[in-house]
């Protein structure tokens, strides 16, 4: 996977995810082990949370995934309830 910026710190990874549950964006967790440019569908960690209004339990998410896959890229992804789309998907580990 290509990417022109520098992987996210926990604290910055931390304000996005505020940013997209004030947004009123529905955070999910996608994997994928060596994802390329026309990889549009990533694997899908658990459901997409639903209920999360709180960043430290989307980041627990996160960690949990990571544990789990720890040789894959993960992605957070922040789908608009309204206009049933994803509105932010962004990179938040790489192996």
């Known amino acids: 996977m290509i990417t022109y910026l520098p992987p996210l710190g926990d604290a910055q990874v931390a304000e996005q ?19 390329g440019p026309r990889d549009h569908y990533w694997d899908m960690w658990k459901l997409p949370l639903f209920e999360a209004r709180d960043a430290a339990d989307v980041q627990a998410e996160i960690d949990a995934c990571k544990a789990a896959h720890s040789g894959c890229f ?5 789908y608009d309830r309204r206009r049933q789309t994803r509105a932010v998907s962004l990179v938040v580990h790489q192996p």
Request: without cysteine.
């Open 17 to 35: 995810i505020r940013y997209l549950l004030d947004q009123g964006l529905v955070p999910a967790i996608e994997y994928a082990s060596d994802p």
């Open 74 to 78: 993960i992605k957070l992804i922040g």
